[in-house]
Nanobody, 123 residues
Framework: VQLQASGGGLVQAGGSLRLSCAASGSTFSRGMGWFRQAPGKEREFVAGISWIRGSTEYADSVRGRFTISRDRAKNTMYLQMNSLKPEDTAVYLC??????????????????WGQGTQVTVSS
């Protein structure tokens, strides 16, 4: 599975961005997620989605501000980010699970990663 993330950019605090992650390759039914990594910090889970059922989970830091979704027909996952804060600044990476259709908070459950897209939120 190949993943291509896009949609990052520079935005002022309080603004919005929408990230996309297009999946290609074999028939797609795996759980997917978004992670982020800020300079000097460890990679952290942001949101996950069950590809078939559409159930979702969020990190506490983004719950209520970010929305993860997917378009099964387009094999594409999205992350709508609203009310952005400077602390949301990071490289955002999309990932697909190595196996299983549900979401997971754990990096090791993911076998395919996109290249990352930079999100910068200015104060």
């Amino acid at each position: 599975v190949q993943l291509q993330a896009s949609g990052g950019g520079l935005v002022q605090a309080g603004g919005s961005l929408r990230l996309s992650c297009a999946a290609s390759g074999s028939t797609f039914s795996r759980g997917m997620g978004w992670f982020r990594q800020a300079p000097g910090k460890e990679r952290e889970f942001v949101a996950g989605i069950s590809w078939i059922r559409g159930s979702t989970e969020y990190a506490d830091s983004v719950r209520g501000r970010f929305t993860i979704s997917r378009d099964r027909a387009k094999n594409t996952m999205y992350l709508q980010m609203n009310s952005l804060k400077p602390e949301d600044t990071a490289v955002y990476l999309c990932a697909a699970r190595a196996s299983g259709t549900g979401w997971s908070r754990y990096e090791l459950d993911y076998g395919s990663w996109g290249q990352g897209t930079q999100v910068t939120v200015s104060s």
